[in-house]
T-cell receptor, first 114, second 114 residues
Framework: EAQVTQNPRYLITVTGKKLTVTCSQNMNHEYMSWYRQDPGLGLRQIYYSMNVEVTDKGDVPEGYKVSRKEKRNFPLILESPSPNQTSLYFC?????????????FGPGTRLTVT | AQSVAQPEDQVNVAEGNPLTVKCTYSVSGNPYLFWYVQYPNRGLQFLLKYITGDNLVKGSYGFEAEFNKSQTSFHLKKPSALVSDSALYFCAVSNSNSGYALNFGKGTSLLVTP
């Protein structure tokens, strides 16, 4: 089954404790992206990657890092989480990086930073 | 810069009645327009897209959307609403120039009552 998986699905952590949210897709997609969803703000892009070792900032990259060492994986790293990073996070992948393709989303990771 | 507006935070419809969820966009060049749906505790699912061609686009679950270039709109419609259609709906835009950049609206919550 074609899918995007994320782990963990739920995470409660404390300010400053480094964490990683993993994302993996089994569709051999070139493009992957991370979004955060906040009430009243919709989805905002954090980082995206057009292929292995090619990443770039989205609209809200501050406080986040990513890496793309393998085509299927695109982890999101919060090196020093803060309460304003409490949010619902989605990973997505797309067949190409032409904007005409639809994106496939993971189930989401709900992060709470206290 | 490209953007999407969803003017209604919530739409309430009785089961069996037609529904419309509104979306307007702003983009330079030709737009690529998408609708995604998010059910509770789930990731976003692709519903339909307009890239080129017929202004009326048909998608999953009986939904359709009409592209109107003069009004810069892409409203989502369904002739007969079901209670199971209750969810959060997002409109999104990209274009041939932005490629990978996909901008989402803030979302519209659809509530279909029996």
């Amino acid at each position: 089954e074609a899918q995007v998986t994320q782990n963990p699905r739920y995470l409660i952590t404390v300010t400053g404790k480094k964490l990683t949210v993993t994302c993996s897709q089994n569709m051999n997609h070139e493009y992957m992206s991370w979004y955060r969803q906040d009430p009243g703000l919709g989805l905002r892009q954090i980082y995206y990657s057009m292929n292995v070792e090619v990443t770039d900032k989205g609209d809200v990259p501050e406080g986040y890092k990513v890496s793309r060492k393998e085509k299927r994986n695109f982890p999101l790293i919060l090196e020093s989480p803060s309460p304003n990073q409490t949010s619902l996070y989605f990973c997505a992948s797309m067949e190409g990086w032409d904007g005409a393709y639809e994106q496939y989303f993971g189930p989401g990771t709900r992060l709470t930073v206290t | 810069a490209q953007s999407v507006a969803q003017p209604e935070d919530q739409v309430n419809v009785a089961e069996g009645n037609p529904l419309t969820v509104k979306c307007t966009y702003s983009v330079s060049g030709n737009p690529y327009l998408f609708w995604y749906v998010q059910y509770p505790n789930r990731g976003l699912q692709f519903l339909l897209k307009y890239i080129t061609g017929d202004n009326l686009v048909k998608g999953s679950y009986g939904f359709e959307a009409e592209f109107n270039k003069s009004q810069t709109s892409f409203h989502l419609k369904k002739p007969s609403a079901l209670v199971s259609d209750s969810a959060l709906y997002f409109c999104a835009v990209s274009n041939s120039n932005s490629g990978y950049a996909l901008n989402f609206g803030k979302g519209t919550s659809l509530l279909v009552t029996p």
